[in-house]
C-alpha cells in the first residue's frame, strides 16, 4: 500500500527554518507528483506545495512564496520542504501526498500522520 511518511517538524522561533522530509514506503516515488499539505487547528487543509514527478515544475502558495523551497531526491525515495523566514501563522501539521499531476485533486493512498511545525517566540 502507498505510504508516506513525514518528519523534520518541531518548534522554531520566528524568522528561523525548518527542512520537512516526505519519504515513501513500499513503493517509489519516481512517477508521483508529491504535494504538501498544512492543517492549522481549526482550519481546512490547504495545499503549501506540488512537484512534478520529474521535479521540472513546482508551485507554491501565495503565503509561502519566495520562503518555502520544495525539492526531490528521487534516488532516496523523498521529498523535502525547505521552510525559512517562518512565521506564526505557518503553525500547522503537515502533510504530504502522491498524485498523478499537481493539477489533480485525486490523492493516492490515505493521509499519514503529519509533521507539526510550530512557530513561536
Known amino acids: 500500500q502507498l505510504q508516506l511518511v513525514e518528519s523534520g517538524g518541531g518548534l522554531v522561533q520566528p524568522g528561523g527554518s525548518l527542512r520537512l522530509s516526505c519519504a515513501a514506503s513500499g513503493f517509489t516515488l519516481d512517477y508521483y507528483a508529491i504535494n504538501w499539505f498544512r492543517q492549522a487547528p481549526g482550519k481546512e487543509r490547504e495545499g503549501v506545495s506540488c512537484?512534478?514527478?520529474?521535479?521540472?515544475?513546482?508551485n507554491y502558495a501565495d503565503s509561502v512564496k519566495g520562503r518555502f523551497t520544495i525539492s526531490r531526491d528521487n534516488a532516496k525515495n523523498t521529498v523535502y520542504l525547505e521552510m525559512n523566514s517562518l512565521k506564526p501563522e505557518d503553525t500547522a501539521v503537515y502533510f504530504c501526498a502522491a498524485k498523478g499531476l499537481c493539477s489533480d485533486r485525486f490523492i493516492f493512498g490515505s493521509w499519514g500522520q503529519g509533521t507539526q511545525v510550530t512557530v513561536s517566540s
Open positions: 512537484i512534478s514527478s520529474s521535479g521540472g515544475n513546482t
